[in-house]
């Protein structure tokens, strides 16, 4: 059965790979969001469809893993079935399938690579299991129809903050990474000191528009040399929840709006010099970026001048690529599949899959 299987996989890689125009499914099931969405070719999205698992979460500050897994057992067929309607397409008209494999919660991994699995045994279509942090990189290539390796990339997420060079469509150079706490992780953390709602991110960012970002000045021994490529975010966090502790002791009351603009820029300071210090160190005259925390506007902006000023051309994704999604797996598959790579229906999910 499983040769057929084989076989069957083998013969519709070689065709996938000579029709430009082929489509491909992709499932992204990593974390707290259930998603889907078909692609055509190498970076046209015919759809893509997201169910949020936030409004379940956010009664417990944070996400729940076996809460996630059930929600995407629940809701993986219908946000399947709705990425293929919205691409105007059926099941049969599908030439490859790409889920993502690794990092993330592994029951909600689980889901997808099951998922995916069901599928490809049953129509007999090409597999190929994407690295999360794979597709968010990709995500770039989806707003940039020129984008091309070799590039620098920042990619920080709520679990990443990763300095990488991408070095081709498939092969990377992790140059730095954080010692302790990821850049959104450490969004996440200081939001919930200050009081705000699951998820952080986002929430600081509005209230940080409010704030003062030079009224703190949070530093980090490490994030301070621009030649050290590895971050430190959690003695940054540290010092905002101390802040707060001996404010509260003392009854003071301190504006958060300024805490959370002080942390803001000390986290967007960081990884804007090293990143774009190591483009230019690397001779890269591109700096994407990518990962949840790509949506972050101070961010983006500071990545943006700074560039400029280093005469990198910055590259980000569109905010709909940004959190998680699965168009960025898809187009991760596709030059995945595109090289070769192929996956049996031994694909197993892999909590703490390494990009490089
Ligand atoms: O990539 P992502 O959606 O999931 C992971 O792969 O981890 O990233 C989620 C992280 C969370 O920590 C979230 O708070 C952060 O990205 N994030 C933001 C913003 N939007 C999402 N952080 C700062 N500002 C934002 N606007
Ligand atoms: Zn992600």
Redesign the pocket.
């Known amino acids: 059965m499983s040769e057929m299987y084989s076989a069957s996989a083998a013969k519709g890689l070689a065709a996938y790979q000579h029709n430009k125009d082929a489509l491909l499914l992709a499932i992204e099931s ?2 707290d969001e259930t998603a889907a969405s078909v692609l055509r070719g190498d970076r046209e999205v015919l759809s893509m469809s997201v169910y949020t698992q936030i409004p379940l979460h956010r009664k417990f500050g944070g996400v729940v893993p076996e809460l996630a897994s059930r929600s995407h057992v629940e809701k993986i067929g219908e946000v399947v079935n709705y990425a293929l309607e919205s691409a105007k397409v059926t099941i049969d008209d599908i030439s490859a399938i790409a889920v993502t494999c690794g990092p993330g919660l592994v029951g909600a991994l689980l889901v997808g690579v099951s998922y995916a699995k069901g599928l490809a045994f049953a129509k007999g279509l090409p597999l190929i299991g994407v690295n ?1 942090l794979a597709g ?1 990189i990709a995500a770039n290539y989806l707003t940039y129809p020129d984008l091309k390796p070799p590039f620098m990339c920042l990619v920080a ?3 990443h903050s990763h300095i990488i060079k991408v070095e081709d469509y498939h092969k990377f150079t992790l140059l730095g990474r954080t010692r302790d706490d990821a850049a ?2 450490a ?2 953390k200081v939001a919930r000191a200050l009081g705000l709602p699951y ?4 929430e ?2 509005k209230l940080a528009r409010e704030g003062d970002p030079n009224k703190y000045p949070f530093h980090s021994a490490l994030n301070q040399s621009i030649e050290e490529s590895d971050f430190s975010f959690s003695g940054i966090k540290t010092a905002v929840v101390n802040l707060l502790h001996n404010a509260e002791q003392k009854g003071e009351s301190l504006d958060p709006a300024d805490i959370a603009a002080s942390f803001q820029r000390a986290v967007c300071d960081a990884l804007t010099m090293k990143s774009v210090h190591a483009a230019k160190a690397h001779g890269m005259d591109t700096l994407a970026l990518a ?3 790509s ?2 506007k101070a961010l983006r902006g500071a990545l943006e001048a700074e560039c400029r000023r280093q005469g990198v051309r910055f590259c980000c994704p569109d905010f709909r690529f ?3 999604n699965a168009a960025m797996i898809a187009c991760a598959g596709h030059y995945g599949l595109m090289a070769g790579q192929l996956s049996g229906l031994e694909l197993n999910a892999v909590p703490n899959l390494a990009l490089c």
């Open positions: 990593s974390c999360h968010h997420s709520g679990g959104g992780e969004f996440d998820p952080g991110g986002p600081l960012e990962g949840g925390v949506a972050n940004c959190t998680d």
